[in-house]
C-alpha cells in the first residue's frame, strides 16, 4: 500500500482541532517532507520518528515520503503529538500493518529517541476534539485523559507495545475504573490573620459573591497575607466547572493534581515583571493560555499592582467584564476562557505609607504612581479597602481569629441563596434583574440616589455596589430586600486609592 490517512489531533489555544494524516509512498530519490503548514516542532518529527523506528527495530522507507497534514483549515499546525500516528502509517505503507487494524484509532503522542510515548501539551482538550475514535494515547497522561473523554481510551509505553497490540499479539493495557480521589491541599488558614475585621469581612464578600477586590495599604499590613487566603474560603468548583479549568491547565502543559480533574479553584499569582503576551495569552503559533485563562474558575492575585505596566493592567478590562479573553492574530483568532476572580494589593504610594506627616514622597512622585490606574480599571473593582496596619494587642492575643473553614460555611451558604434565586453568583446578576433580585428599601435607595448625585457613583459603580449589598445581605441571610444597612456597608467598602497631596486639608 502506498497511501493511507489516520487520525491525530493539534492543539490550538484550548480547543484541539482533528487532522488526518495522510501519508504517502512514492519513487524518487528518498526524502521525507511535511505539507499542510507544518509549525518547526512538527517538521523535526522526522529524525524523533526515525530514531524511534529504528530503535524498535521495525524499518524506515528509503524512499520519497510525502505527509500531509489535513482538517480543512487555513492555520498553521504544529506539536510533537503527530509523532505516532505519523510512525504508525508509515508502518501500514510498508505492510508492517494492515489498514484495518488501524482505522478504528487516533494516535497522540510524542515519540522519544528510544520509541517510547511521551505526554504533550493539552492532551485533555485533543483527546476531547476526537469523538469516533479509540483514541491512543501515552500511558503516562492516560488517566487525565480519560476524565473528559466520553469514548474508550488507550495507554501504552512504547512504540513497540503499540505495535504488538495492533497486530493482536499483546492486550491492550486495562486500566483501573476512574474513581474520585481525594486530594489533600495545603492551605493558609484565616486564622493566621490577626485583626483587619474590615479586610477580613471584604475577603468574605468577594468570595461568596465574586467581587473584585483591591487591597489599599501600607507594607506589612497584611495585603498579601490576605489573599492568599482567599482562595481557601472558595467551594469546591462544579463538574462543569472543573473540567473546563482541567482543559486550560492541560494546554498549558501543567501538572495536573493526581485525580487527573482540578477539583479546587485554581490560585495564580503573576510577578509583576509579567508581559502583557503572558497575562493575556498567545505568543506562539498555538496561542498558549495566559495568567488569566489559567487562573478561570479561580483566583488571580495581583501583588503590588502599581508596578505592573499600565499595558498589562487596562488588558484585563474587557476580561474582567465578559469573562472571555478573544486573541486575534493573522491567521488564526481563539477565544480563551477568562472568568477569575481578581484580588489586587498596592501601596497607596511609592514610599508604601501615604498617611500624611509619615510619607515622604513629594507630588509629583505621587502623580506618577496614580497614573498607573487607570480609572476604567478601578471602576471594576466591586471592593477598595484601606488596610492598616493591626494594633499591637491584635497582633500580641491569644484568642485566634476565626478559621477559614467556618468563613467557607457561610460562603458557601450565600453562593447556594445566589444560585436558587438568579441562576448565578451575584457579581454576574444582569443590571435589567437587579431590581428583580436585589429590590432596594426606600432608604437604600435614597443612599444611593444621594451617591450619585454627588459624582462619586458612576453607572458601572451603581450597579456594583448594588450587587456588592446584594452579597451582604445574602450572608446574612436576608433574602426579601437589600436594606439601607447592606448598602452603606458596601460603599464603606470602596474607598479611592488617592495619597493625600502636600496641598490637601486633613480632616479633623
Known amino acids: 500500500m502506498a497511501f493511507v490517512s489516520l487520525r491525530s489531533a493539534t492543539l490550538l489555544g484550548v480547543q484541539g482541532a482533528p487532522v488526518e494524516i495522510e501519508i504517502h509512498l512514492g ?16 517538521r523535526e518529527s522526522r529524525d524523533r520518528v526515525r530514531a524511534a523506528l529504528l530503535s524498535c527495530d521495525l524499518p524506515w522507507p528509503n524512499r520519497r515520503i510525502t505527509v500531509n497534514l489535513a482538517n480543512g483549515a487555513n492555520e498553521r499546525k504544529g506539536g510533537a503529538g503527530l509523532d505516532v500516528a505519523i510512525a504508525i502509517g508509515l508502518l501500514v505503507v510498508q505492510e508492517m500493518l494492515t489498514a484495518e487494524s488501524v482505522a478504528p484509532y487516533a494516535f497522540i503522542g510524542e515519540l522519544g529517541l528510544d520509541g517510547s510515548l511521551r505526554g504533550v501539551a493539552g492532551v485533555v482538550p485533543l483527546v476531547a476534539a476526537i469523538d469516533d475514535r479509540i483514541v491512543v494515547v501515552p500511558k503516562a497522561v492516560l488517566r487525565e485523559a480519560r476524565v473528559v473523554s466520553q469514548h474508550t481510551v488507550r495507554g501504552v509505553a512504547s512504540l513497540s507495545e503499540l505495535v504488538q497490540c495492533l497486530r493482536g499479539e499483546q492486550q491492550w493495557y486495562q486500566p483501573e475504573p476512574l474513581t474520585s480521589i481525594r486530594e489533600e491541599y495545603e492551605q493558609s488558614d484565616m486564622a493566621d490573620v490577626r485583626g483587619q475585621s474590615a479586610a477580613r469581612h471584604a475577603c468574605e464578600i468577594a ?23 482567599l482562595a481557601g474560603i472558595l467551594p469546591d468548583l462544579s463538574d462543569t466547572d472543573a473540567v473546563t479549568s482541567t482543559i486550560v491547565h492541560s494546554a498549558a502543559h501543567i501538572a495536573l493534581p493526581q485525580s487527573g480533574l482540578v477539583s479546587r479553584p485554581p490560585f495564580r499569582a503573576p510577578h509583576h515583571s509579567t508581559s502583557l503576551v503572558a497575562m493575556v495569552g498567545g505568543g506562539t503559533s498555538a496561542l498558549r493560555p495566559g495568567e488569566i485563562s489559567l487562573a478561570t474558575n479561580g483566583v488571580l492575585f495581583l501583588d503590588e499592582l ?31 476562557p477568562a472568568k477569575f476572580l481578581l484580588i489586587a494589593a498596592t501601596n497607596p ?3 508604601g505609607e501615604g498617611a500624611p506627616g509619615i510619607c515622604v514622597c513629594d507630588d509629583r512622585a505621587k502623580q506618577k504612581y496614580l497614573r498607573r490606574f487607570s480609572g476604567p480599571l478601578l471602576d471594576r473593582f466591586d ?18 481569629s476565626e478559621s477559614s473553614q467556618q468563613i467557607a460555611a457561610r460562603v458557601m451558604r450565600a453562593r447556594q441563596y445566589a444560585l436558587q434565586r438568579g441562576g448565578c453568583l451575584n457579581s454576574a446578576l444582569p443590571a435589567d ?32 455596589v448594588r450587587r456588592v449589598a446584594r452579597t451582604i445581605a445574602d450572608l446574612h441571610s436576608e433574602q426579601e430586600h437589600v436594606e439601607e444597612k447592606h448598602v452603606a456597608v458596601a460603599l464603606a467598602l470602596r474607598v479611592g486609592v488617592q495619597p493625600q497631596f502636600s496641598g490637601d486639608r486633613v480632616a479633623q
Open 349 to 351: 504610594c511609592p514610599c
Open 306 to 336: 502599581g508596578e505592573f505596566a499600565p499595558s498589562v493592567l487596562d488588558a484585563l478590562r474587557q476580561p474582567l467584564e465578559e469573562g472571555v479573553v478573544r486573541i486575534a492574530r493573522a491567521r488564526s483568532s481563539v477565544s480563551l
Open 27 to 42: 519513487m524518487g530519490l528518498p526524502g521525507f517532507t511535511i505539507v499542510g503548514q507544518p509549525d518547526e516542532s512538527c
Open 383 to 400: 471592593l477598595r479597602v484601606a488596610v492598616t496596619r493591626p494594633h499591637v494587642d491584635e497582633l500580641l492575643a491569644a484568642q485566634p
Open 207 to 229: 468570595a461568596a459573591g465574586a467581587h473584585h477586590l483591591l487591597l489599599v495599604g501600607p507594607p506589612g499590613a497584611g495585603k498579601s497575607m490576605l489573599a492568599q487566603r
Open 433 to 464: 434583574m437587579l431590581d428583580v433580585h436585589a429590590p432596594l428599601t426606600e432608604g437604600a435607595a435614597k443612599l444611593l440616589r444621594n451617591h450619585l448625585e454627588r459624582g462619586r457613583l458612576s453607572g458601572r459603580g451603581y450597579h456594583r
